[in-house]
């Protein structure tokens, strides 16, 4: 039987205390219940699931290289490292992975500073604004890129 592809979903600084406040902002979700949701998810796509926290820019670096051996496709929230690191940017076009970037809030409807993502430029496409079901979406839309994908290969 073919194995399923595993997807990584990479979360940034501070995600790790979601639930916590700002629920008007990011929901009343924790990430665990945004994890558990994934997995469910990812499970009915046929995808295999590796969902990571980290609050390190130099640890979520590291994740992406490994990727390359590791995964299929990444879905990323960089959190606050979106409008800042442009080592997460080179990272993710190093890796050559189809990329999604999530965020849970509308970024574009925020301050201006969070307007501008380093990672948008390579992403395949982003989902802002749909709370914890942005991570649904971004499942489903790996999963018809990697489809797409293996119709090639
Ligand atoms: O909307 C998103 O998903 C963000 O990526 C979240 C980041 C923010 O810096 C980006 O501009 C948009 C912030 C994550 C902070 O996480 C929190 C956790 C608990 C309570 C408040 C924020």
Redesign the pocket.
């Known amino acids: 039987m073919r194995k399923s592809p595993t997807v990584l979903i990479l979360n940034?600084?501070?995600?790790n205390?979601?639930?916590?406040?700002?629920p008007e902002?990011?929901g009343r979700e924790t990430l665990d219940d945004i994890r558990a949701a994934c997995a469910e998810r990812a499970d009915a796509l046929g995808l295999g699931l590796d969902f990571r926290q980290s609050n390190g820019e130099g640890e979520l670096v590291g994740w992406i290289q490994d990727a390359r051996n590791a995964a299929a496709g990444i879905v990323i929230?960089?959190?606050?490292y979106?409008?800042t690191s442009v080592a997460i940017l080179d990272a993710l076009q190093a890796c050559g992975l189809p990329v999604v970037e999530?965020?849970?809030?509308n970024?574009h409807g925020?301050e201006p500073f969070?307007h501008h993502s380093y990672v948008s430029r390579m992403a395949h496409g982003v989902i802002?604004g749909f709370g914890s079901q942005g991570y649904l979406f971004a499942l489903e839309a790996m999963a018809r890129i990697l489809e797409r994908q293996e119709g090639k290969a």
Do not use: K
């Open positions: 940034g600084p501070n995600l205390t979601l639930g916590t406040r700002e902002v990011y929230n960089p959190a606050a979106t409008h999530v965020h849970l809030s970024i925020r969070r802002c």
